[in-house]
């Protein structure tokens, strides 16, 4: 089964993004060109970890179980837009950016060295937290998308409490990716 662990986000957070996707979607022409993230879909990707088979539901859940106990609930603020890579005339991935981030980096570290010792390896790329709006498929001119996006940059999209930590299953399917949830597990 295909897995990851990442923070769900408020419903509140979701609805005003899930906005903002509708109206890049009215402004650009170049939109069918884009695979935008469904509400639903929508949380912060702390670890991807792949395809791992059942045997090792339990292991990570108990490391979970640790990192949650020792964390406490934290603010988080979505802030701003962008894209990957940066500068480029034909980006890859739109997102929104995440203000207040320092925990939530903790977060992801422990989160890295803990999965570490029961065998998974550490991401190479440093961990820059984002969530991701789009997925750019052709590339096409998407100009008018990025000159939308430049006038949200400073955009606050809301704050949330982060309270859990979420271990996710992901079905690929041709209309876009199935989460469920394995394990979710609350902060002390």
């Given at each position: ?21 509708e ?17 639903e ?18 292991p ?129």
């Amino acid at each position: 089964m295909r897995t990851f662990i990442a923070i769900n986000l408020d419903q509140e957070i979701k609805k005003g993004i899930s906005q903002l996707i509708e109206d890049l979607k009215e402004q650009s022409s170049e939109r069918r060109g884009i695979r935008w993230v469904r509400p639903e879909a929508m949380h912060l990707t702390l670890k991807f970890l792949g395809e791992i088979n059942e045997e090792k539901v339990t292991p990570i859940t108990d490391v979970l179980k640790r990192i949650s106990e020792e964390c406490k609930p934290f603010p988080l603020r979505m802030k701003g837009t962008g894209f990957f890579p940066p500068k480029s005339k034909t980006p890859r991935v739109i997102w929104i950016g995440v203000e207040e981030a320092d925990n939530l980096i903790r977060l992801q570290s422990q989160v890295e060295e803990e999965l570490e010792s029961i065998g998974f390896p550490r991401e190479r790329r440093k961990y820059h937290p984002h969530l991701t709006l789009g997925r750019v498929k052709t590339f096409s001119d998407i100009k008018e998308t990025l000159l939308f996006l430049e006038k949200h940059r400073d955009k606050n999209f809301g704050d949330m409490e982060v309270k859990k930590i979420t271990f996710f299953r992901s079905i690929l399917k041709p209309t876009g990716a199935e989460y469920s949830t394995l394990a979710e597990l609350e902060f002390k």
